[in-house]
């Protein structure tokens, strides 16, 4: 495929990611296809078409199934609230076009099967937007543990915490209906579950507690009752024996865009916050007593695709420079490529361990995670 067509619905915070990420890709890996921006959808066509001259989309539409069909897309990206994702997927997968979707998949299980099910069925490339698996030092510690620099992993914490929502008079949004999803486990947990999966396999069981820190938001003058969970503490096996603890929540004043990752093995541990996401610190416990101590390693052009950024170690990528890297990700799975990405197939797989701990937080229980 010498050029790529691609296609953009939805243009809030990650529409934008999107379609800087698409304009970038190229000109920061200096290979790949060329990518047109053919068509842009919104809900309303003068922001439809305000986006699509500012973002250098041809054409311009409120109405996604007319993007859907356009013969000149290639691939499009979902961009749109959670509970659009499976309608939004499905008919892009059945017109034969490639799918990059933002997380989660989907609110129900039924929904996100089909979504499977349609990519299975077109054979096309489908992926979702787990932008954090694709940091150079998550990356990193993916070759951490395969080497075996911390021994065999046992226990590992993982906390997701952002503020949007501590503020008691922050708006209803659609974040907190129920028909998108759960809360805090499927706008949160799912990205730490990206990074277990990625670094640690998959999840055997769970038992959680959810909570409400407010029971209503403000909306349109009155007030509103939330419909979901804005914290979930989980406790965790996974598959490898090894013990977990992941706790999100988006009320949480101070915390910006935290991600703290800990992982404890026979042979040292290592940490990671997103807050810092140039750096992470690893111990090893074969040091001599005396030297003994976290050393903090600082990202640079020896941790690919840094170098792709910039010559300079230390200098830093950002949120943004994910999701570029994501974009290169999906164009080379898309050209039939090996890639690191969330495709549908291990996206199911998220969503199976979500449903299973908000279920054993209504039976108060451990559950074992169905996967099928
Ligand atoms: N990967 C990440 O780190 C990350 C971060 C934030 C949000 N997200 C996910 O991205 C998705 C969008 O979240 P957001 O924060 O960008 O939301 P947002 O509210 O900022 O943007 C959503 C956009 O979709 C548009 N939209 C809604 N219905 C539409 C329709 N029928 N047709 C076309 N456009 C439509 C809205 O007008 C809005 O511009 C969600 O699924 C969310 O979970 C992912």
Not at 140 to 156: C, D, K, P, S, T
Not at 186 to 202: E, K, N, Q
Request: aromatic share 8%.
């Amino acid at each position: 495929m010498d050029r790529v067509g691609v296609g953009l619905i939805g243009t809030g915070f990650m529409g934008k990611c999107h379609a800087l990420a698409w304009n970038a890709v190229r000109p920061v890996f200096q290979d790949g296809p060329e990518i047109r921006l053919v068509h842009l959808a919104e809900v309303d066509a003068g922001l439809a078409r305000e986006k699509a001259a500012m973002f250098g989309f041809e054409k311009s539409t409120d109405d996604w199934h007319r993007l859907v069909e356009d013969p000149e897309v290639d691939v499009v990206s979902v961009t749109a609230p959670n509970a659009f994702h499976a309608e939004m997927v499905i008919a892009a997968l059945e017109a034969g076009k490639h799918v990059w979707c933002e997380k989660p998949m989907a609110p129900t299980i039924g929904e996100t099967l089909a979504m499977r099910a349609a990519a299975r069925k077109a054979g096309k490339t489908a992926i979702l937007g787990y932008n954090y698996v694709q940091n150079p030092m998550i990356r990193q510690i993916g070759r951490f543990l395969a080497e075996g620099a911390i021994g065999e992993v046992n226990h590992l914490r993982i906390e997701m915490d952002e503020d949007f929502m501590a503020d008691a008079v922050a708006p209803f949004s659609w974040r907190s209906e129920a028909a998108s999803g759960y809360g805090a486990l499927d706008d949160f947990a799912v990205h730490p579950l990206s990074l277990i999966w990625m670094l640690l396999g998959r999840i055997r069981s769970v038992t959680t507690d959810m909570a409400k820190p407010y029971a209503e938001r403000p909306d349109r003058g009155g007030s509103r009752p939330v419909e979901n969970h804005d914290i979930a503490s989980v406790l965790f096996r996974l598959e490898s024996g090894a013990s977990g603890v992941l706790m999100a929540n988006r009320a949480a004043w101070g915390r910006k865009g935290r991600i703290a990752i800990q992982l404890y093995g026979t042979e040292g541990a290592i940490t990671y916050d997103q807050e810092r996401m140039n750096e992470l610190r690893i111990y090893r416990a074969a040091a001599a007593p005396a030297e003994a101590g976290f050393s903090t390693i600082l990202a640079g052009p020896a941790h690919e695709p840094y170098a792709k950024f910039q010559p300079a170690a230390g200098h830093g990528l950002g949120f943004n420079d994910l999701k570029v890297i994501e974009c290169r990700e999906l164009l080379a799975m898309m050209a039939g490529k090996q890639a690191h990405v969330i495709d549908f197939e291990r996206g199911t797989e998220i969503e199976q361990a979500v449903h299973a701990m908000a279920a054993a937080h209504e039976r108060r229980a451990w559950l074992d995670v169905e996967y099928v």
